[in-house]
């Protein structure tokens, strides 16, 4: 899964060992996942459009 837009890609550099999720499967029919990151918790949300936004 690639959470940057087209127009990120030349600045965003993927790692070389960084694996691939499809956006599908981390959702699992959901709308909407909670990340829990260290001692923060992070929202992935599908918007009405189809574009995902993560937040803090």
Do not use: C, F, N, W
Not at 14 to 27: F, I
Not at 30 to 39: K, Q, S, V
């Amino acid at each position: 899964m690639m959470l940057h837009s087209t127009g990120e890609s030349s600045r965003v550099k993927p790692e070389r060992d960084a694996s691939s999720v499809d956006s599908s499967q981390l959702m699992a029919g959901r709308r909407e996942l909670l990340i829990r990151h260290g001692a923060s918790t992070y929202r992935l949300r599908v918007t009405a459009s189809e574009k995902l936004i993560l937040t803090k």
